[in-house]
């Protein structure tokens, strides 16, 4: 129920986030199709703003969970050692 404006924004802010990199997103794309719709008349490339401080929660996720799994191999060779040491007491 967004009327263009919001739809505009929305891609904006894809934009802004991702780069250009944010047109391959199945969430931009249906964004277009929508704001098309809408306006009813074929949307050309949306200005991109380039991309300034990003807020931690609008980060891309899979860099947090690449993050995560270091931290977790890395403490299971740990508990491994640990278990392997005493064990061979």
């Known amino acids: ?3 263009g404006a919001e739809l ?3 891609i904006e802010l894809l934009g802004a986030v991702y780069g250009t990199g944010a047109r ?3 969430e931009y794309q249906l964004l277009m199709h929508l704001r098309e719709r809408t306006v009813g008349t074929p949307v050309t ?6 991309p300034t401080e990003v807020h931690p929660l609008e980060r891309p996720h899979h860099l947090m969970s690449g993050g995560i799994l270091v931290v977790a191999v890395v403490m299971g060779c740990v ?3 640990l278990v392997f040491a005493l064990t061979q007491r």
């Open 8 to 10: 505009t924004r929305r």
């Open 24 to 26: 391959d997103l199945p």
């Open 1 to 3: 129920h967004a009327n």
């Open 79 to 81: 508990l491994a050692s």
């Open 45 to 50: 490339k949306p200005k991109t703003v380039p």
